[in-house]
Nanobody, 126 residues
Framework: QVQLVESGGGLVPAGGSLRLSCAAS????????MGWFRQAPGKEREFVAG????????SYTDSVKGRFTISRDNAKNTVYLQMNSLKPEDTAVYYC???????????????????WGQGTQVTVSS
């Protein structure tokens, strides 16, 4: 069982930055592929970024490439999402998710993930 707790959301002007954190409880954190998803009002949940257990592989949705960076610290059981050059369209509730995964391809569909955090609100003002 893995419990995930996100933090770091808030209100930021367009062009600003935020760093989201997701702290995981439980053992063998490095065995889990971690993902960040977001859901804006009236929209479907979408994949934002993912990182393999070792941290060696990452994946991003096209709209955040070059602006967002996912990373993890397995010693601290924490995954991060550094968000730079934020845009109003990045406004959403951001969720972290975990899957016990040994493959090379990082899953991009939420249904593949087994554990979810409660979410943290990110609001970007124009």
């Amino acid at each position: 069982q893995v419990q995930l707790v996100e933090s770091g959301g808030g209100l930021v002007p367009a062009g600003g930055s935020l760093r989201l954190s997701c702290a995981a409880s439980g053992r063998s954190f490095s065995s889990y592929t971690m993902g960040w998803f977001r859901q804006a009002p009236g929209k479907e949940r979408e994949f934002v970024a993912g990182i393999r257990g070792s941290g060696a592989g990452t994946s991003y949705t096209d709209s955040v490439k070059g602006r967002f960076t996912i990373s993890r610290d397995n010693a601290k059981n924490t995954v991060y999402l550094q968000m730079n050059s934020l845009k109003p369209e990045d406004t959403a509730v951001y969720y972290c998710a975990a899957i016990l995964h040994i493959g090379l391809v990082i899953p991009r569909t939420g249904e593949r993930y087994d554990y979810w955090g409660q979410g943290t609100q990110v609001t970007v003002s124009s």
